[in-house]
């Protein structure tokens, strides 16, 4: 409610409604296979793996410890958006001057846009050079499945970018068994990563199934990550 100022929660403490919308269940977090969680998750399921707001990329080594690439259709459609069309209407170009590499179609929706503009801003008035990250970026909005699977990526509603995709890397890339990923070798620096979580922006190197070029706006993990007691 704090990342996401529509949301009302039923009166028995079990559902959600988005700006007036149909109630969501909430669900619960299941006692099921891990792989079976990730194909379709409850919302509540969504915070079974707290982010961690560390640059510490241990955690990701236990097979589906993904926090953030947990997602609930229902919940993503009724945050955003339920067609294409309705994505494309909402997109702006985000650029900053100082770093000319760096431009990226994303939702006005919610404020990304407005948050991802802040970010590049923050990092460009630093003092590291981070063109590099930001030559070929991997993109931004593409309405579109997650690879091998039917499930729409957060792409699609514009809500992620990609950096460089070499140096970000991808495990599907490695040929890793999806159980079994094996040793991210980042180059991703922490600066990058804690300040784009300053603005709302989880990283996909924190995850098992690593997706080191990714970012996407997530501020109710950073925020229960910040908030809630471990
Ligand atoms: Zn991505």
């Avoid at 990701?60 to 945050?79: C, K, T, Y």
């Avoid at 699977?149 to 890339?173: C, P, Q």
Wanted: aromatic fraction near 14%; include cysteine; charge should be negative.
């Amino acid at each position: 409610m704090l990342a996401y100022d529509d949301i009302s929660l039923s009166p028995d403490g079990r559902a959600i409604s988005l700006n007036g919308q149909d109630w969501l269940d909430l669900g619960t977090i299941r006692d099921i296979p891990p792989e079976n969680t990730l194909r379709d998750p409850t919302i509540l399921e969504q915070f079974k793996y707290r982010y961690p707001l560390e640059f510490d990329l241990t955690q990701r080594a236990v097979p589906f410890v993904d926090p953030g690439r947990l997602r609930n259709a229902a919940f993503f459609e009724a945050l955003y958006f339920q067609t294409e069309q309705a994505a494309r209407e909402s997109l702006v170009y985000v650029t900053e001057p100082a770093m000319t590499q760096a431009s990226f179609r994303v939702t006005r929706k919610r404020n990304v846009a407005c948050q991802l503009a802040a970010a590049l801003a923050a990092l460009a008035a630093s003092d590291q050079d981070y063109n590099a990250l930001f030559a070929d970026a991997g993109g931004s909005f593409n309405w579109r499945a997650i690879a091998g699977t039917t499930r729409l990526s957060t792409h699609s509603f514009g809500i992620a970018f990609d950096v460089n995709a070499e140096m970000g890397k991808y495990w599907l890339w490695t040929g890793a068994k999806e159980d079994a990923v094996g040793h991210y070798d980042n180059v991703i620096p922490e600066s990058l990563v804690t300040t784009m979580e300053r603005f709302g922006f989880i990283w996909g190197g924190k995850w098992h199934h690593f997706d080191g070029m990714h970012f996407e706006f997530r501020p109710e993990l950073i925020l229960y990550s910040r908030m809630v007691p471990d």
